[in-house]
């Protein structure tokens, strides 16, 4: 989801980069998950930082959220890492027939919150 005017150029550039780095990082798949994806996280910033200084990006006044969800099946476990205002939401059926309930798994990053 990008922001700005060239914020579909952020997110492109996001989109390409981050799941690489994250399948490339030796913790991918194992109980460090969660620094890895942190660490991802700030490298691809890092990177659309370069990338703005290189001029090969407009960065300045643009941007992008991002939400990574990675479902380990042996463990059954869901390892959560988002950015901004992109929420990641878990769906489930209920009871009911053809009934589903959805559940916030996330909290959107937004600068009005006090502990931003």
Known sequence: DGHGK???DISNFVKENL???????????SEQMPACLIDCFRKVQSLVAAADRMKKLSAQMSGTTATIVVHDHCLNKLTVAHVAD???VLGSWTDAKDAQKGVALTRDHKPNLKDE
């Open 86 to 88: 992109s929420t990641c």
């Open 6 to 8: 060239q914020g579909h």
């Open 19 to 29: 799941p690489k780095l994250i399948i490339r990082d030796p913790r991918f798949k």
